[in-house]
């Protein structure tokens, strides 16, 4: 019993790491299909987020399951609680990596982004795989030097996006209120995606220490910074 | 230690409602300090959103409390679980409120809306406003009906955030990129608003049944509709 009970709780770790893992590929791909109107690789994202929805679904029940069955105390509830919260998360970096996809499908087989900026969303989309990737391996190592790394390996995706929203606001902005209104979404895909890998790595400290860190920078809402 | 037990339970559901209550009337003031330029307004929704954080806080920390100590089962431990998942969702209401109001702050005193658009955010308001007055009722009575029902209210949300993007992609749209960019932002923050009280009521769905609601329309991703 106590040995099925330990595999649960380890299977609940590596179901959600492996979610993470579906994530950054998602997000991977999504990048590439928007950078290249590469129609198929958009579809391929797509057809694929049913996948982490399902995944979400078992980790919910192993989870439900996991309290209902096994009573967890001390460390192994916070495994399990954390548990919730972090597939939750995750789930979102999929939607969002779902909602990328989606832009570059409606647009093709015209690119969703004028050729001067893509190099900003090259720059995002790499951050945003390289910080899910960090998190799937901070749910397996439960390593908290890594989680608080994370707080800061977001910190270039701020300035991307702010970066992004001082240029569309320039007088000389020559590409039309259409595009700008897709890279304001799209930004904010991609930044609301980096804070949801910030968060798991702080439910990670949660689940070691027992306590939530402080948030580190707040999160930004999106909006130009201040005097654009 | 029973009557305590339920009591602990009652607390939780009723501090939820309250949280919603909080993000309810956040977002009622903040579309006001959006559509009437009121600075004084959008700095109290400001000041008080920490008061939604700590209701979250004190809420995860009940829902742990009751795990850890009470080790509910069946519909008790559906109250707690559910109970996890609606705080994280209300917090997110309150973060969206938020967002608005420091739009409404950044751009003050000139208006952020242009005029003959403040119509759309003045009804995409009140519709986030009901609708988390809805989920407010529903956290307490715990109606199948009303939680259905909230499904369908968020319809309007959806065609207001669909014909907003219509009315920016028009070619004849005269307010310029900055404009476009914030009523990007503000549109997807009222549309995330209302999913996320969709998905309390999904979440009392399970509690009273076991079983989650299939989803119904799916969530838009904020963008254009199709042929624009």
């Known amino acids: ?4 009970y330990t595999e ?10 492996a979610m993470c893992g579906l994530a950054e590929v998602a997000m991977q791909r999504a ?4 950078l290249q109107a590469d129609l ?3 579809e391929q994202v797509i057809g694929e987020n049913d996948r982490i929805d399902d995944m979400r679904l ?7 399951a996991l309290l209902a069955l096994q009573s ?3 460390g192994d509830l916070r495994i399990v609680v954390s548990g919730i919260h972090i597939v939750a998360d995750v789930e979102r970096m999929g939607q969002l990596a779902l909602h990328v996809a989606k832009i570059a499908r409606r647009r093709h087989p015209a690119h969703v982004l004028p050729e001067d900026v893509r190099g900003y969303f090259a720059e995002m989309g790499k951050v945003a ?5 960090r998190t799937r391996e901070v749910l397996l190592s439960r390593d908290l030097d890594e989680a608080a790394a994370l707080e800061t390996g977001d910190e270039p995706m701020d300035d991307l996006h702010k970066h992004l929203f001082s240029v569309m606001m ?12 897709d890279m304001t979404l799209l930004g904010r895909f991609y930044e609301r995606y980096a804070d949801h890998a910030v968060e798991v790595a702080r439910r990670v400290v949660f689940l070691v220490t027992g306590k939530l860190p402080e948030p580190g920078t707040p999160e930004l809402t999106g909006v130009t910074p201040t005097g654009v």
Chains 1, 2 share one sequence.
Do not use: Y
């Open 72 to 74: 967890p105390v001390a």
């Open 31 to 34: 990048t590439q299909a928007l």
């Open 40 to 42: 198929a690789l958009a």
């Open 8 to 17: 649960q709780l380890s299977d609940l770790t590596g179901e959600l790491a």
């Open 58 to 64: 078992q980790c919910e029940e192993k989870a439900f």
């Open 129 to 133: 795989v390289t910080q899910a990737a």
């Open 1 to 4: 019993m106590r040995v099925a």
């Open 170 to 181: 320039d007088s000389d902005w020559p590409h039309g209120v259409a595009a700008a209104v």
